[in-house]
């Protein structure tokens, strides 16, 4: 268990940085939490991140959470999700608000396709790093591009991507080398 001050403080400083989507997000929290802190076990990150996957809603999110109930209880996941949110809460209201206040101008334009840009670059570079943890073998490489081709070119529903990918986790594990 860790020190709940000491919890808190990692919390608000990953909280500042989770910008860019699930993705972004995600790769904060294992950067801060499995390869910085080793707070929790990468198998452990990476078990606990597939399942949150699984649940509707926002995943990073309900990671954060049991990542903070794992280290704290009760409290520690409270206050994992309510810092995972909050600095997002603010921008967006910052940001809304100087969107009324100056209404449809170039510079508010401006801003916004900047934010876009920069949102894009941490995105992609947070995928490139939780895939390059995760997919540790070139099967899984496979399938990865496999269920991605078939949500974004086929359209084929998540539900049916899901299915299949259990199919293959019924698959023995020395199938999969680490």
């Known amino acids: 268990m860790v020190p709940f001050r000491t919890a808190l403080r990692a919390w608000f400083g990953i909280s500042l940085q989770t910008f860019g989507g699930p993705a972004g997000q ?3 929290m294992q950067r801060a939490l499995v390869d910085d802190r080793r707070w929790i076990s990468h198998r452990r990150f990476l078990h606990a991140l597939n399942y949150c996957m699984l649940l509707p809603g926002p995943e990073a999110h309900q990671l954060a959470i049991y990542v903070g109930w ?4 009760l409290r520690g996941g409270l206050i994992a999700g309510v810092l995972f949110v909050l600095p997002g809460l603010v921008a967006l209201l910052a940001l809304s608000a100087l969107y009324v206040g100056l209404g449809d101008t170039t510079v508010v334009a401006a801003l916004f396709t900047g934010l876009g840009a920069a949102v894009v670059a941490v995105v992609a570079q947070a ?34 991507v899901i299915a299949a990918a259990s199919v293959v986790a019924g698959w023995p594990p020395d199938a999969f080398p680490a």
């Open 26 to 28: 995600i790769a904060v």
């Open 70 to 73: 794992l280290l704290n209880g």
């Open 127 to 160: 995928v490139v790093r939780v895939a390059g943890r995760a997919l540790t073998h070139p099967l899984l490489v496979g399938l990865a591009v496999a269920a991605f081709l078939a949500l974004a070119v086929f359209a084929v529903p998540f539900p049916i």
